[in-house]
């Protein structure tokens, strides 16, 4: 997969790309790739912003600017991309999206920054509007973080143990469930013990009490 970043901050996602995970997509065949909006900006003094029309706080980002980076990037046919803009107002991101954006071959995240997009941009320029939850952030890249990291650890070879995905909360093997509770050594502390059930040996059982639980959380959500 070519996964591409679009935003005035690259340098936000060092510590992202530096991650295991993401070394290990790069490793396998993916590519994270970053354009910066002010690289290709058609306007003078790196500007890629305005004041809104029909007034009120903060600044635009510019239609005219985000699609001279597209087109540096890409050129006049984008069709092969899936082009997404990150905005509190779009569609929530959650297990499925993920799932639905790690079958792509080719993925564009547009981050925003100041008071938002240009409505153009969301209408004309990018397939999909995207939010990682309701709340307002000060820009697209930690969304695009979030949206990077729970798309590329589907991928194969992004994770070490390759079982690790596919039995996790809300995956298909659990029924879009939460996952069960985990428990490791020292069996008990401060007195606090670990399900008896797990110390067994009996794996038809621990499968059993694990769906179980994973049904339970389900139903408390
Ligand atoms: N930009 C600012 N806030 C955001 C959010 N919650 N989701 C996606 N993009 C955003």
Redesign the pocket.
Known sequence: MIFDVFTLFPEHFEWFAGQRHVRNAGEHGSELRFFNYRDTTPLGAGQVDDSPYGGGAGMVMRVDVVDASLEAAYGPDRDGVRKLA???G?RR?DEGLASELARESHLALL??RYE?FDERIVAHLADDA???????????EL?AMVVADAVLRKLPGSLGDSESALEESFSEALGGAPEYPHYTRPPTYRGWGVPEILLSGDHAKVREWRLERSRERAART
């Open positions: 990150l905005t509190p779009g991101f981050c925003g938002g995207v939010s990682i939850g309701p709340y307002v952030l000060s820009g697209g969304p």
